[in-house]
Nanobody, 115 residues
C-alpha cells in the first residue's frame, strides 16, 4: 500500500505561480512512476505530468513550457511547479503513483486561477 498526501493548492491570479507537493509513504520501493493529474468541474480527469523511476517525464501539451515536475527521492516527494497559470488550469489536482499492481491517488488539492 502507498499513501499520498498533497499540499500547496490555493487561489492565484492569472500569470501567477504555485508549487504543489506530494508526500508518499508506505511501500515506497514498489513505486514505478509518480505524477499529477487534474479534474476540472464537469470534465474528466486528465494527466498533467508524470515521471518514471528512471526520471523520464511526460507532460500534457496544455502545460508544456509552463509546468515542471520534479522528485526528491530521499524525501519520497514529488512536486509540480506551475508558472504562467491560466484560468483554464483551475481544477482539483491529484497526486498519483503506480506500482506493478495498481494506481494510487491522493485526496486532491484545489487550484483556482482567477482575478
Amino acid at each position: 500500500q502507498v499513501q499520498l498526501v498533497e499540499s500547496g493548492g490555493g487561489l492565484v491570479q492569472p500569470g501567477g505561480s504555485l508549487r504543489l507537493s506530494c508526500a508518499a509513504s508506505g511501500s515506497i520501493s514498489s513505486i514505478a512512476a509518480m505524477g499529477w493529474y487534474r479534474q476540472a468541474l464537469g470534465k474528466q480527469r486528465e494527466m498533467v505530468a508524470t515521471m518514471t523511476s528512471g526520471s523520464s517525464t511526460n507532460y500534457a501539451d496544455s502545460v508544456k513550457g509552463r509546468f515542471t515536475i520534479s522528485r526528491d527521492n530521499a524525501k519520497n516527494m514529488v512536486f509540480l511547479q506551475m508558472n504562467s497559470l491560466k484560468p483554464e488550469d483551475t481544477a482539483v489536482y491529484y497526486c498519483w503513483c503506480k506500482n506493478v499492481l495498481r494506481n494510487y491517488w491522493g485526496q486532491g488539492t484545489q487550484v483556482t486561477v482567477s482575478s
